[in-house]
T-cell receptor
Framework: GAVVSQHPSRVICKSGTSVKIECRSL??????MFWYRQFPKQSLMLMAT?????????EQGVEKDKFLINHASLTLSTLTVTSAHPEDSSFYIC???????FGYGYTFGSGTRLTVV | AQKVTQAQTEISVVEKEDVTLDCVYETRDTTYYLFWYKQPPSGELVFLIR??????QNEISGRYSWNFQKSTSSFNFTITASQVVDSAVYFC?????????????FGTGTRLKVLA
């Protein structure tokens, strides 16, 4: 159980365009979703925390207008990278948390490798 | 402040050797959770183990074992008789209530290379 599906797995886009990444919880309701970014050979850095039906909470240094997060339902959260630039090229990964099941080992999506050319 | 330190950036061992990955954490919470994840070259994160702060019982699961010591704030991970398929980046993570959301704080990861 607790499967998170993330799409697309890879995307290449032109500089200046926007890219949407979807994260779906397939067999549980994710009241909270976390979005992480990982640059090559680096650790995972939390970008934002999204709660269903409310605005996302962004970590310090993350531009909320550039990384739009929508968590409109208990099974879907999306991250849109707006006006992408080469420096946004990274591995983006989401994780879902069943209702108040903090600390039980979050399930991660398989990640999205974004390349901006 | 929350912090996870994985001092070993890269370890190389020969197949069948035992290897221990170190993890030291910092938190002011009395209730917290510790995790180990494996990230193979494909990128997905594979959950290995979870420990809460009230459970210091060490665990063995097949070739994997974990040593949790609150006195030294360490949560080390040992692979016995390593195999080439164990080659991956291993992340230690801490989750506590400091932020109110139990978000994960990841260490910088240890890249394990198991040579045939």
């Amino acid at each position: 159980g607790a499967v998170v599906s993330q799409h697309p797995s890879r995307v290449i886009c032109k500089s200046g365009t926007s890219v949407k990444i979807e994260c779906r919880s397939l067999d549980f309701q994710a009241t909270t979703m976390f979005w992480y970014r990982q640059f090559p050979k680096q650790s995972l850095m939390l970008m934002a925390t999204s709660n269903e039906g409310s605005k996302a909470t962004y970590e310090q240094g993350v531009e909320k207008d550039k990384f739009l997060i929508n968590h409109a339902s208990l099974t879907l959260s999306t991250l849109t990278v707006t006006s992408a630039h080469p420096e946004d090229s990274s591995f983006y990964i989401c994780s879902g948390v069943p209702d108040r099941a903090f600390g039980y080992g979050y399930t991660f999506g398989s990640g999205t490798r974004l390349t901006v050319v | 402040a929350q912090k996870v330190t994985q001092a070993q950036t890269e370890i190389s061992v020969v197949e069948k050797e035992d290897v221990t990955l170190d993890c030291v954490y910092e938190t002011r919470d009395t209730t917290y959770y510790l995790f180990w994840y494996k990230q193979p070259p494909s990128g997905e994160l594979v959950f290995l183990i979870r420990r809460n702060s009230f459970d210091e019982q060490n665990e063995i699961s097949g070739r994997y074992s974990w040593n949790f010591q609150k006195s030294t704030s360490s949560f080390n991970f040992t692979i016995t008789a390593s195999q080439v398929v164990d080659s991956a980046v291993y992340f230690c993570a801490l989750s506590d209530s400091t932020s109110g959301t139990y978000k994960y704080i990841f260490g910088t990861g240890t890249r394990l290379k198991v040579l045939a």
